[in-house]
C-alpha cells in the first residue's frame, strides 16, 4: 500500500496545504508562550493582582492595533519608505492614543499612575513594532515578520517568568519587565528595517489618512470586540472575576486565537492569487472546511485539558466548571469562522465594501456590548454568551457581504497575485 493509498492520508495532505493552517501551526509556538505566561501569573499573582494585570494588557492591545492609525496597513499595501519620517508619524500617532486611552482607563478602571505609565509605553513600542511588522509582510518575508510580531507574546513569557523567579505580590513588577522587553525587540526590528533600507528605494509619499483611517475603524473594531469581556468585566464583576476568565481564555480560547490569527495571515494572499470567482470560492470551501475541521478537533481537547490543567497547575485556585468551559468554546470557534469572512472582504471587495465591513465591524461591537449587559444576570457565562451574540453577527453578517464581493470581484492581475495581506493582524 503506498502513502497516497492510506486512507485519510489525502485530507491530510490537503488540510497542510491550507495557508491559514499553516500560519496557525507556525503561530503555535507563540501561542504556548502566551498561554504559560499567563498561567505562570495567575500561579504566581494574587487573584485581583493577576486581573489587574490582564486589565492592562487588554487596554495596552487595544492601543497597540489603533495607535499607528492603519500605518501598519498602509506600508503593507504600498510601497513606502521605511525612514524616519514614517518612525516619527508612528511615535506621534501612538502617543496621542496611548494619551487618550491611559486617560480613558484611569476614569473607568482601578489602575495607579505607575500601572498607566505602563499603558502608554506598551501602546508606543507596540505600535512601532507593528509599522515594522508591515514592512516586512510587504516583501513577503513572512517568517521574519511573523517572528517580529509574536515577540509580544515572548516579551510575556520572559515577564512572566521573572515574576515567578522573584515571586511577585503586584501587577506592576510584570508589567514592567513586559513594557521593557517590547520596547528592545521594536528597537531591534527597526534597527534591521534601517539596514535593510537602502537597497529598497522606495519612495514617500503623503500619508493617506482616507484610506488609513478606513483600515483603523476595521481593525480597532475587531481589536475591542477580542478583548470586551475583559473591558466589561472589571466594572461588572469585579478582578478577581477577570482573573478567571483570563485563566478560561488562555485555557479553553488559545486554540480558537491561533487559528484566527493564521486565518487573518494567510487567507488574503491566497484568494488574492485566485485567477477568477471559482477559484476565490474553492479556496474559500477548503479554508473553511479545515477551519470547521481544526474547530472540532480544538473544542474535544479543551473539554478534556483545560479543567485538567486548572487543576493541576494552578493548584485549584480557580473553578472552571463545566457550563464555563462550553460557553468559551461556542464562543472561541466564532471566531476563526467570522474572519474567514473578513478576509475574503478585505482580498477582492471594494472601497464601498471596506465601508461596509466598519459598520459591521462596530454592529458587532455594539451587540457584543448590549449582550453582555442582558447577560449579566447569569454572571461570567452570560457575559461570555452576551458578548459572542457580537461575534456571531460579524461572522453572518461578513458572510453576506463576501458571498456579494467574491460574485463580483473582478479576475486577478498578475501583480495582484503577490500583493501582501491586508489586515492580517487583526
Not at 107 to 125: C, E, G, Q, R, S
Not at 238 to 254: C, N, Y
Not at 323 to 341: C, D, H, N, R
Request: charge should be positive.
Amino acid at each position: 500500500m503506498t502513502t497516497s493509498t492510506i486512507p485519510g492520508t489525502r485530507a491530510v495532505r490537503s488540510a497542510w496545504r491550507s495557508p491559514a493552517l499553516r500560519a496557525a501551526l507556525a503561530l503555535a509556538l507563540s501561542g504556548v508562550a502566551f498561554a504559560l505566561a499567563n498561567l505562570l501569573l495567575a500561579r504566581v499573582l494574587p487573584k485581583e493582582e493577576y486581573g489587574r494585570f490582564a486589565l492592562v494588557l487588554a487596554i495596552a492591545t487595544v492601543g497597540i492595533l489603533t495607535g499607528p492609525l492603519g500605518a501598519n496597513v498602509i506600508v503593507n499595501r504600498q510601497r513606502v519608505d521605511p525612514g524616519w519620517r514614517l518612525i516619527r508619524r508612528t511615535l506621534v500617532t501612538s502617543t496621542l492614543v496611548a494619551l487618550i486611552l491611559a486617560a480613558a482607563a484611569g476614569v473607568l478602571y482601578p489602575l495607579d499612575l505607575p500601572l498607566l505609565a505602563v499603558v502608554i509605553a506598551v501602546t508606543i513600542a507596540g505600535s512601532c513594532k507593528l509599522v515594522a511588522v508591515g514592512h516586512y509582510q510587504s516583501r513577503q518575508r513572512y517568517g521574519y515578520s511573523l517572528l517580529l510580531s509574536e515577540s509580544t507574546n515572548l516579551s510575556l513569557l520572559i515577564a512572566a517568568l521573572a515574576a515567578t523567579v522573584i515571586r511577585s505580590q503586584t501587577a506592576l513588577g510584570p508589567t514592567v519587565i513586559f513594557a521593557l522587553c517590547l520596547a528592545a525587540f521594536t528597537v531591534a526590528g527597526w534597527r534591521s528595517v534601517a539596514k535593510d533600507r537602502p537597497g529598497l528605494d522606495y519612495p514617500d509619499p503623503s500619508f493617506p489618512w482616507g484610506e488609513a483611517f478606513s483600515v483603523v475603524a476595521v481593525v480597532s473594531a475587531g481589536m475591542v470586540l477580542m478583548v470586551l469581556e475583559r473591558l466589561v468585566i472589571p466594572r461588572t464583576l469585579g478582578l478577581s472575576t477577570l482573573a478567571t476568565f483570563s485563566v478560561l481564555a488562555t485555557l479553553a480560547g488559545s486554540p480558537f486565537q491561533m487559528l484566527n490569527q493564521g486565518v487573518g495571515f494567510a487567507l488574503l494572499p491566497s484568494l488574492r492569487a485566485a485567477p477568477d470567482a471559482a477559484a476565490r470560492r474553492a479556496v474559500l470551501r477548503h479554508e473553511t472546511a479545515v477551519v470547521v475541521g481544526t474547530c472540532v478537533v480544538s473544542a474535544a481537547a479543551v473539554w478534556w485539558l483545560a479543567p485538567v490543567v486548572a487543576r493541576w497547575f494552578l493548584a485549584g485556585r480557580y473553578e472552571l466548571p463545566p457550563g464555563l468551559i462550553l460557553a468559551a468554546i461556542v464562543v472561541g470557534a466564532l471566531k476563526p469562522l467570522g474572519s474567514l469572512a473578513v478576509g475574503a472582504v478585505n482580498a477582492v471587495g471594494s472601497s464601498g465594501a471596506l465601508v461596509w465591513l466598519s459598520v459591521i465591524a462596530w454592529l458587532a461591537v455594539a451587540t457584543g456590548l448590549a449582550g453582555a449587559w442582558l447577560g449579566l444576570r447569569w454572571e461570567l457565562t452570560g457575559i461570555i454568551y452576551g458578548t459572542g451574540a457580537g461575534w456571531l453577527l460579524r461572522a453572518l453578517a461578513g458572510s453576506w457581504l463576501a458571498a456579494r464581493c467574491l460574485r463580483l470581484a473582478p479576475a486577478a492581475s498578475p501583480a495582484e497575485g503577490h500583493l501582501p495581506a491586508v489586515l492580517a493582524e487583526e
